[in-house]
């Protein structure tokens, strides 16, 4: 079974530019989180989708959205970005909406913004 | 504001000893736990959760939980040079909540 996927896997932007980021889930996964790691601040949640419906949004700013689309497949973009945006991001899937359900991560897309 | 703690490490064993990591969390609702490891340049991957308090075992791999101290470990027996990577200690906070919060990880060294 393919794992989780991402693409892009790296990317430089600019200053003040959006990004849009994208992931496909396990096939037969309907939850997708996004996660944000950075060597300062870790792993940091971003948001999780369910059946295309946000259940959970974590605490960043509203540059950072996201959506779900009905085959499970995710989006998160980030607006304006700044210098502090550059991260790696991840996206993460699991089968169910049990919180028990292991998640699987994806290899990630380094943003850099300069 | 829920807190997972980890020491940053590194932490240093020589091959085939115990290599034991800790993880404190802030939320005593908190209902379900994981470790995670991630090897440098990859993304992470679950290696264990437990959801109760106790021991529980799998392989090499031994986590403990210990709710009323909010307190949760992984050993880790007969450590390989494999091993050497950072372990990432995860927590979800009460039921009906999915967010995973990460601590901030230890890094592990497995020395030949």
Known sequence: KAGVTQTPRYLIKTRGQQVTLSCSPISGHRSVSWYQQTPGQGLQFLFEYFSETQRNKGNFPGRFSGRQFSNSRSEMNVSTLELGDSALYLCASRRSGDYADTQYFGPGTRLTVL | ?112
Do not use: H
Request: glycine share 8%.
């Open chain 2, 1 to 112: 504001q829920k807190e997972v703690e980890q020491n940053s490490g590194p932490l240093s064993v020589p091959e085939g000893a115990i290599a034991s990591l800790n993880c404190t969390y802030s939320d005593r609702g908190s209902q379900s736990f994981f470790w995670y490891r991630q090897y440098s340049g990859k993304s992470p991957e679950l290696i264990m959760s437990i959801y109760s308090n106790g021991d529980k075992e799998d392989g090499r791999f031994t986590a403990q939980l210990n709710k009323a101290s909010q307190y949760v470990s992984l050993l880790i027996r007969d450590s390989q040079p494999s091993d050497s990577a950072t372990y990432l200690c995860a927590v979800i906070s009460g039921a009906g909540s999915y967010q995973l919060t990460f601590g901030k990880g230890t890094k592990l060294s497995v020395i030949p």
